[in-house]
């Protein structure tokens, strides 16, 4: 790129100083009359392609932009849809189905239990809450056990093939044996209404 010198300069101020001697001596010598239609039909002209040429494609592009915004937006809700659409329907699969809920959870429990090597001190009958299209079923159990069969148990309980998970936990130690623990759990199944 060559570079711009002092003289270059000098030079072009000296030329742009006669452009403006030359300006203002037509001026004077026609008058501002003579040039009102020019510079009339130089601004009707500007405003013309302004509004004819520049704004339209402007328009334009501000309602792709929009319409483009408003795409990306569906397209991330529609992904963001699919999604929990998709970990809905993994969870809906994973309901018991069955006619006796009730029984069921009973004898998932117990089966845990058997598995763990723990002996339960008690076992309330199991409620009942409907919530909407889903009915909530839930039982209390007491039992002793060492907080590793605890652990262990809660564990399994909450890997169980169908939806059982354990809603409140209260652990206690007994002070007449040590490494053994009281252990109020309540456990809830979800099943959907009227389904089998």
């Known amino acids: 790129m060559a570079s711009v010198t002092k003289a270059d300069l000098e030079r072009w101020a000296r030329n742009a100083a006669g452009e403006m001697t030359v300006l203002r001596d037509t001026m004077r010598d026609r008058g501002y009359k003579f040039f009102m239609r020019p510079l009339g039909l130089a601004g009707c002209a500007m405003m013309a392609s302004y509004y004819y040429v520049y704004l339209p494609p402007i328009s334009r592009a501000g309602k792709v932009l929009t319409e483009l915004e408003a795409a990306e937006a569906t397209s991330q809700y529609s992904e963001d849809y699919q999604n929990l659409q998709a970990r809905l329907q993994g969870l809906y699969t994973k309901l018991p189905r069955t006619q006796d809920p009730q029984g069921w959870i009973l004898s998932e429990v117990r089966k845990t239990l058997r598995e763990e090597g723990i002996v339960p001190l008690s076992i309330s009958p199991a409620t009942d809450q409907p919530k909407g299209e889903y009915r909530f079923i839930s039982i209390q159990v007491r039992c002793q056990a060492s907080y590793p069969q605890v652990a262990s148990w809660i564990s399994r309980l909450e890997r169980n093939t169908s939806i059982l998970f354990v809603q409140d936990l209260i652990l206690r ?10 252990v109020d759990v309540t456990i809830t199944t979800v099943v959907p209404k009227g389904a089998v």
């Open 173 to 182: 130690k007994v002070t007449e044996q040590i490494g053994t623990n009281t």
